[in-house]
């Protein structure tokens, strides 16, 4: 198999998360994580932080 035009291919990941309460820092480190390794890549990566539920 050709592999060459796949590289050139892009891929959209959405990822929707309920963050538990206390756990926020430790969801914005693997969300930090997540960007970084996007990064590697061309196109990178972007993320927005959860909503505040309880306004």
């Given at each position: 198999m050709n592999t060459e035009k796949l590289q050139d291919a892009g891929a959209t990941v959405v990822i929707g998360?309920?963050?538990l309460p206390g756990l926020e820092r430790k969801?914005?480190?693997w969300q930090e994580n997540v960007?970084?390794?996007a990064a590697d890549y061309?196109?990178?990566g972007d993320a927005s932080r959860p909503r505040d539920r309880s306004l």
């Open positions: 998360q309920q963050v969801y914005e480190t960007k970084a390794a061309s196109e990178g």
